[in-house]
């Protein structure tokens, strides 16, 4: 975005942050990476991963804006346009999604000063990977119904359970831990904690995906031990505080750095290349012109999703503050859905090809892709609970449960 | 992307939006359209429908100056631009009112794109507080450059303009005329002794439309040597942003009634917005909504700041406006269930509104068309 509004510091930062991309670009890992990084299974994907989110906090990318004590660049105004430009240089993601995405809102929100100083400036430089043990196997959309159980024995918790789909479990150092103090009130009842992973009471198991692919997991929690100084917010207080985090995934944010690798119009782009590209019944199917409406239908909306994140911003317009953010999960992922459902149509039969079969066009990422999607409609608090949540907390209308 | 963070809604733009909004809801716009609709409901039997036409409440528009915030102030306007006249078209449209002031709007950018010195003297005159209405479509109401059915032979203009909007409430029509040079532009005053005006009856119950027959009129050129389509083609933008913002805002009133009725509606012993069946229609109503209010500003901002990107960023805005305009007209009935299907409701109001603006200057399906053009 070249915008007249920019300060000089600003304008100095873009120009230096598109340069800085330029030059630093990596070379690609010599095996595909996955499409997102809570697919990334291989451990030197990892370390290629690792290293070149490290480079990126280092340049000031990551953590533009926080101040220096927690490991930020003090600047101001800075993150935003970082964070554009990531997502349009064509760099590789941030393997350090969860940290960054997840646990640093959290703990700016709602972390002790110690809490902050000591695990911010790892999440960063991706030194310390996090994982998120929210979700359990009795407890999806309910979240509020988990059910792994918090004991205080001295200085410290034991915690018992099971938690599930947790993303980069089989990487990480940290865990952000939903567990149940009280089983007698179901909200009130859970306190939130920062699990260390690497003892001898967590088991991690990885659960593969309709894609084939795996990068979740199951997690066995077994006389887990937590000290009390890892504890977010007072006993009890874990639902207060997961809503920061949930917040914060659905799109509403502060954010520190871009997470996601390529933009929404960079695929919609390769997509309306994909219908040019593609003959079928003796013409492209970009001629064909109901081909063209339902691709230029979701370009609209793509296109609407890029002015919405412009118009949240803008006070007189947004009509509330919460209101376009939290929307931004749901119709992003929707969006998402539907691009990559059309790219399977372009392609017609050849969208039956997968990754490894060697006529399969762009090495079956379409069809891959597309799997892939329900990742964003599902996880996170899936699009029916959103819809929810947008009814209650925008509209007003009465609690669903 | 040039345009400004904050698509030009800059103070002035904020206060002119909020003193219009607050004009509009003291005027109870429904409430005042109401005693008009009574015994015309009977397509059947019932008495033909007048035009709704609240002239006070256009003088007051006048006094206000909204007619004349985009005409240039060398003709005596105020000089803003298609920012300013979105966000006035954004509250006619919230508040489905009847006047004049829709289609000045749309004429002063069609007389700026003229550009001539006939082009300049109707806009002074608009300045004044004259009503202009367009006389563009052909009968099968289609938008493209040649589909008039009017002819112009030696400055006199014979045959039928066909869906004139607000033809009963305007002083003076611009007519698009087939000339031997391609198309070109006319004025003439609507109460000239050639010029017939045939109400339709239409389901709009907050516009009128006619059909207007020129039986050898004299009309003076506002373009000629066929510049009328060029005329058109740059004034396309602004004509599709204003009546895309009109769109988005009977939307919003469309979302906000449908949400009330939602929370005091009672059925087995809750009430209704409790039930996803409800709450989820009504989020993607919102969800429509924000997308074209979004595309709807951004379009205002390119036309007034980023030209080369006007037409595109107008076929987005009037396309997802075409489609939020169907969504949100059906589910509001829908939703308000048994009440929302009579006459008395005031959603049925907005509905009718919104079936007509949803096809005005191209559906949805027709600016994606112009779109893969573009792309």
Same mark, same amino acid.
């Given at each position: 975005?070249?915008?007249?509004?920019?300060?000089?510091?600003?304008?100095?930062?873009?120009?230096?942050?598109?340069?800085?991309?330029?030059?630093?670009?990596?070379?690609?890992?010599?095996?595909?990476?996955?499409?997102?990084?809570?697919?990334?299974?291989?451990?030197?994907?990892?370390?290629?991963?690792?290293?070149?989110?490290?480079?990126?906090?280092?340049?000031?990318?990551?953590?533009?804006?926080?101040?220096?004590?927690?490991?930020?660049?003090?600047?101001?105004?800075?993150?935003?346009?970082?964070?554009?430009?990531?997502?349009?240089?064509?760099?590789?993601?941030?393997?350090?999604?969860?940290?960054?995405?997840?646990?640093?809102?959290?703990?700016?929100?709602?972390?002790?000063?110690?809490?902050?100083?000591?695990?911010?400036?790892?999440?960063?430089?991706?030194?310390?990977?996090?994982?998120?043990?929210?979700?359990?196997?009795?407890?999806?959309?309910?979240?509020?119904?988990?059910?792994?159980?918090?004991?205080?024995?001295?200085?410290?918790?034991?915690?018992?359970?099971?938690?599930?789909?947790?993303?980069?479990?089989?990487?990480?150092?940290?865990?952000?831990?939903?567990?149940?103090?009280?089983?007698?009130?179901?909200?009130?009842?859970?306190?939130?904690?920062?699990?260390?992973?690497?003892?001898?009471?967590?088991?991690?198991?990885?659960?593969?995906?309709?894609?084939?692919?795996?990068?979740?997991?199951?997690?066995?929690?077994?006389?887990?031990?937590?000290?009390?100084?890892?504890?977010?917010?007072?006993?009890?207080?874990?639902?207060?505080?997961?809503?920061?985090?949930?917040?914060?995934?659905?799109?509403?944010?502060?954010?520190?750095?871009?997470?996601?690798?390529?933009?929404?119009?960079?695929?919609?782009?390769?997509?309306?290349?994909?219908?040019?590209?593609?003959?079928?019944?003796?013409?492209?199917?970009?001629?064909?012109?109901?081909?063209?409406?339902?691709?230029?239908?979701?370009?609209?909306?793509?296109?609407?999703?890029?002015?919405?994140?412009?118009?949240?911003?803008?006070?007189?317009?947004?009509?509330?503050?919460?209101?376009?953010?939290?929307?931004?999960?749901?119709t992003g992922s929707e969006i998402s859905q539907s691009l990559h459902q059309i790219a399977l149509g372009i392609l017609g039969l050849k969208s039956s090809l997968y990754v490894g079969d060697e006529n399969a066009p762009a090495n079956g990422k379409w069809p891959l892709g597309y799997m892939?999607?329900?990742?964003?409609?599902?996880?996170?608090?899936?699009?029916?609970?959103?819809?929810?949540?947008?009814?209650?907390?925008?509209?007003?209308?009465a609690k669903s449960k | 992307m040039t345009t400004p963070k904050d698509f030009g809604f800059n103070d002035d733009i904020n206060m002119l939006k909020d003193t219009y909004a607050k004009f509009l809801l003291e005027q109870k716009t429904i409430e005042a359209l109401r005693p008009s609709l009574?015994?015309?409901?009977?397509?059947?039997?019932?008495?033909?429908?007048?035009?709704f036409f609240d002239t006070q409440n256009w003088q007051k528009t006048v006094e206000l100056g909204m007619h004349a915030v985009a005409i240039p102030e060398a003709q005596g306007g105020i000089g803003m631009g298609l920012v300013a006249a979105t966000a006035i078209a954004e509250e006619i449209?919230?508040?489905?009112?009847?006047?004049?002031?829709?289609?000045?709007?749309?004429?002063?950018?069609?007389?700026?794109?003229?550009?001539?010195?006939?082009?300049?003297?109707?806009?002074?005159?608009?300045?004044?507080?004259?009503?202009?209405?367009?006389?563009?479509?052909?009968?099968?109401?289609?938008?493209?450059?040649?589909?008039?059915?009017?002819? &112009?032979?030696?400055?006199?203009?014979?045959?039928?303009?066909?869906?004139?909007?607000?033809?009963?409430?305007?002083?003076?029509?611009?007519?698009?005329?087939?000339?031997?040079?391609?198309?070109?532009?006319?004025?003439?005053?609507?109460?000239?002794?050639?010029?017939?005006?045939?109400?339709?009856?239409?389901?709009?119950?907050?516009?009128?439309?006619?059909?207007?027959?020129?039986?050898?009129?004299?009309?003076?050129?506002?373009?000629?040597?066929?510049?009328?389509?060029?005329?058109?083609?740059?004034?396309?933008?602004?004509?599709?942003?204003?009546?895309?913002?009109?769109?988005?805002?009977?939307?919003?009133?469309?979302?906000?009634?449908?949400?009330?009725?939602?929370?005091?509606?009672?059925?087995?012993?809750?009430?209704?917005?409790?039930?996803?069946?409800?709450?989820?229609?009504?989020?993607?109503?919102?969800? &429509?909504?924000?997308?074209?209010?979004?595309?709807?500003?951004?379009?205002?901002?390119?036309?007034?700041?980023?030209?080369?990107?006007?037409?595109?960023?107008?076929?987005?805005?009037?396309?997802?406006?075409?489609?939020?305009?169907?969504?949100?007209?059906?589910?509001?009935?829908?939703?308000?269930?048994?009440?929302?299907?009579?006459?008395?409701?005031?959603?049925?109001?907005?509905?009718?509104?919104?079936?007509?603006?949803?096809?005005?200057?191209?559906?949805?399906?027709?600016?994606?068309?112009?779109?893969?053009?573009?792309?």
């Amino acid at each position: 975005m070249s915008d007249k509004a920019l300060s000089t510091e600003q304008a100095e930062f873009q120009a230096f942050c598109r340069a800085w991309l330029q030059e630093n670009k990596p070379a690609p890992h010599s095996t595909p990476l996955p499409q997102a990084a809570y697919e990334v299974t291989d451990p030197s994907h990892l370390t290629y991963l690792t290293e070149w989110q490290a480079k990126c906090y280092e340049a000031g990318l990551i953590a533009s804006d926080l101040p220096k004590n927690y490991g930020g660049h003090g600047m101001t105004g800075c993150q935003q346009i970082a964070s554009t430009e990531v997502r349009a240089a064509g760099v590789p993601y941030f393997i350090n999604w969860i940290g960054l995405g997840m646990a640093v809102p959290t703990l700016l929100e709602c972390g002790t000063e110690v809490q902050k100083e000591t695990f911010l400036p790892p999440i960063f430089s991706a030194e310390h990977i996090w994982c998120q043990g929210f979700s359990e196997p009795g407890a999806g959309s309910d979240l509020a119904s988990l059910q792994a159980s918090a004991v205080k024995e001295g200085d410290q918790w034991v915690i018992n359970g099971s938690k599930v789909w947790t993303s980069l479990g089989h990487f990480a150092q940290y865990m952000l831990l939903l567990a149940r103090q009280d089983k007698s009130d179901k909200y009130g009842g859970i306190t939130y904690f920062l699990a260390p992973m690497d003892q001898p009471g967590i088991t991690v198991k990885p659960i593969h995906k309709m894609t084939g692919e795996s990068g979740f997991n199951e997690v066995f929690l077994d006389n887990a031990i937590v000290g009390d100084h890892l504890r977010v917010g007072n006993v009890g207080d874990g639902w207060k505080v997961a809503m920061a985090t949930l917040t914060s995934e659905r799109g509403a944010g502060v954010g520190v750095g871009a997470v996601a690798g390529e933009s929404p119009m960079l695929v919609m782009e390769q997509v309306i290349q994909l219908a040019k590209d593609t003959r079928r019944n003796g013409r492209r199917v970009w001629d064909d012109p109901v081909w063209r409406d339902r691709i230029v239908k979701v370009y609209e909306r793509t296109e609407a999703s890029l002015y919405n994140g412009r118009r949240a911003r803008v006070k007189a317009l947004n009509g509330g503050a919460m209101r376009i953010p939290l929307q931004g999960k749901l119709t992003g992922s929707e969006i998402s859905q539907s691009l990559h459902q059309i790219a399977l149509g372009i392609l017609g039969l050849k969208s039956s090809l997968y990754v490894g079969d060697e006529n399969a066009p762009a090495n079956g990422k379409w069809p891959l892709g597309y799997m892939n999607t329900y990742t964003g409609t599902i996880s996170g608090g899936s699009s029916e609970i959103q819809r929810n949540i947008l009814g209650e907390r925008v509209l007003g209308l009465a609690k669903s449960k | 992307m040039t345009t400004p963070k904050d698509f030009g809604f800059n103070d002035d733009i904020n206060m002119l939006k909020d003193t219009y909004a607050k004009f509009l809801l003291e005027q109870k716009t429904i409430e005042a359209l109401r005693p008009s609709l009574s015994g015309t409901e009977d397509p059947y039997h019932g008495a033909p429908r007048q035009a709704f036409f609240d002239t006070q409440n256009w003088q007051k528009t006048v006094e206000l100056g909204m007619h004349a915030v985009a005409i240039p102030e060398a003709q005596g306007g105020i000089g803003m631009g298609l920012v300013a006249a979105t966000a006035i078209a954004e509250e006619i449209g919230r508040s489905a009112l009847p006047t004049p002031l829709s289609n000045n709007l749309l004429a002063t950018f069609l007389l700026r794109a003229a550009d001539t010195q006939p082009a300049k003297q109707l806009l002074e005159e608009m300045a004044e507080g004259a009503s202009v209405g367009l006389a563009l479509y052909g009968e099968d109401g289609s938008l493209e450059a040649d589909s008039t059915d009017v002819q &112009a032979r030696d400055g006199k203009l014979v045959g039928t303009a066909w869906y004139v909007t607000d033809a009963q409430k305007c002083d003076i029509l611009i007519v698009a005329a087939q000339t031997q040079d391609g198309i070109d532009l006319f004025r003439i005053n609507r109460s000239d002794a050639t010029v017939t005006v045939n109400p339709d009856r239409i389901v709009d119950l907050t516009r009128d439309q006619a059909g207007v027959t020129f039986a050898s009129s004299d009309a003076e050129s506002l373009t000629e040597n066929g510049q009328g389509a060029i005329c058109l083609n740059d004034a396309l933008p602004a004509l599709l942003t204003l009546t895309a913002a009109d769109i988005a805002g009977a939307a919003e009133w469309q979302l906000q009634a449908t949400a009330d009725y939602a929370k005091v509606r009672q059925q087995f012993e809750r009430p209704i917005g409790f039930f996803q069946a409800v709450k989820h229609p009504i989020v993607d109503m919102m969800i &429509a909504i924000d997308e074209t209010r979004s595309l709807v500003y951004q379009a205002a901002a390119a036309f007034d700041f980023d030209p080369d990107d006007a037409a595109r960023c107008a076929h987005l805005a009037k396309s997802s406006a075409s489609d939020t305009a169907e969504f949100c007209a059906n589910r509001s009935t829908q939703l308000h269930g048994g009440i929302g299907f009579t006459w008395e409701a005031d959603v049925q109001v907005y509905h009718k509104r919104q079936m007509h603006s949803q096809f005005m200057f191209g559906d949805g399906i027709w600016q994606r068309a112009k779109l893969a053009d573009l792309l």
